[in-house]
């Protein structure tokens, strides 16, 4: 099993970046999946979900209406398109997979069994 995101970088602040977490190695169409973040210092916190078929999806009040998360489990790849992009968001940014088959989301760390290495995002001028 294997989560691998890309797409992270330094920003300007309302700058944007899209990551991408490429699964392999488990059937992707069959797990819900996440966004994570942590900021040095910081507990990990969460930051989008969506599931299995990409009918259901939650996003955090602090990035709600600036990120989207999406998939297209024909690529095996959930995407979280981030606009609008502040310092405070600067954080690793993790994705992960739960197994699902629902309508639910998942939005707590412990819900999760896979695990990327994450992606550093850094929002500053």
């Known amino acids: 099993v294997q989560l691998v995101e890309s797409g992270g970088g330094l920003v300007q602040p309302g700058g944007s970046l899209r990551l991408s977490c490429a699964a392999s190695?488990?059937?992707?169409?069959?797990?819900?999946m996440g966004w994570f973040r942590q900021a040095p210092g910081k507990e990990r916190e969460f930051v989008a979900a969506?599931?299995?078929?990409?009918?259901?999806?939650y996003h955090a009040d602090s990035v709600k209406c600036r990120f989207t998360i999406s998939r297209d489990n024909a690529k095996n790849t959930m995407y979280l398109q981030m606009n609008s992009l502040k310092p405070e968001d600067t954080a690793v940014y993790y994705c992960?997979?739960?197994?699902?088959?629902?309508?639910?989301?998942?939005?707590?760390?412990?819900?999760?069994?896979?695990w990327g290495q994450g992606t550093q995002v850094t929002v500053s001028s």
């Open positions: 992960a997979a739960a197994m699902g088959g629902g309508w639910s989301v998942h939005l707590r760390n412990d819900e999760y069994a896979y």
């Open positions: 969506i599931n299995w078929n990409g009918r259901n999806s």
């Open positions: 190695g488990f059937t992707f169409g069959n797990y819900d």
